[in-house]
């Protein structure tokens, strides 16, 4: 079974630029998540989608990030402008269930921004 | 109050010792607990996961679920320094949407040998 796959692995951009992320889950996963994980700190929900649909966006910053997640497959992520606080890792993840009774998640490798 | 809390450490202890780690939660209605392994710079793999009261046991890995005390543990008896590494509680919570696995900020573990 293949993995979640994400792109690209690094990224530095300076602040006020733009960036996107790329996820794919693994198939027929219908939960995709993404994760903001700073260092030091335990992984933060950004978004969580039920096929092509938000569950919860609620820490989402929404005046510079924006998720979509077409034919309930692929996501990407977009940070426009990027800050320097943004610098982390973002986490993809993907389950086969929905709650209540959730299964596990299944993490990508991240993608390690850093903004100068 | 944070909705998954836990010590971030770091927990030391010798090889072959057990290691206790804690995590509480917030939502009552919470009905699934995971525990995740973190390395350094690398993405977090499930260890454990556990949906009703008790002690559930899993080779050196033993998760418990106190949902009265909205407490769960994860014990790793004989240590061994492969065990170093950040563990994570995970929650799933409830959202206006749906639920949510909500991630605590993690306890780093170092064994030493």
């Known amino acids: 079974e293949a993995g979640v796959a994400q792109s690209p692995r690094y990224k530095i951009i300076e602040k006020r630029q733009s960036v996107a992320f790329w996820c794919n889950p693994i198939?027929?996963?219908?939960?995709l998540y993404w994760y903001q994980q700073i260092l030091g700190q335990g992984p933060k929900l950004l978004i969580q989608?039920?096929?092509?649909?938000?569950?919860?966006d609620s820490q989402l910053p929404k005046d510079r990030f924006s998720a979509e997640r077409l034919k309930g497959v692929d996501s990407t992520l977009k940070i426009q402008p990027a800050k320097l606080e943004d610098s982390a890792v973002y986490l993809c993840?993907?389950?086969?269930?929905?709650?209540?009774?959730?299964?596990?998640?299944?993490f990508g490798n991240g993608t390690r921004l850093t903004v100068t | 109050q944070k909705e998954v809390e836990q010590n971030s450490g770091p927990l030391s202890v010798p090889e072959g010792a057990i290691a206790s780690l804690n995590c509480t939660y917030s939502d009552r209605g919470s009905q699934s607990f995971f525990w995740y392994r973190q390395y350094s710079g690398k993405s977090p793999e499930l260890i454990m996961f556990i949906y009703s009261n008790g002690d559930k046991e899993d080779g050196r890995f033993t998760a418990q679920l106190n949902k009265a005390s909205q407490y769960v543990s994860l014990l790793i008896r004989d240590s061994q320094p492969s065990d170093s590494a950040t563990y994570l509680c995970a929650v799933n919570t409830q959202r206006e949407a749906g639920t949510a696995l909500i991630f605590g900020k993690g306890t780093t573990l170092s064994v030493s040998s």
């Open positions: 993840a993907s389950s086969l269930k929905f709650a209540p009774s959730a299964s596990p998640l299944h």
């Open positions: 989608f039920q096929n092509n649909g938000v569950v919860d």
């Open positions: 198939s027929g996963h219908a939960t």
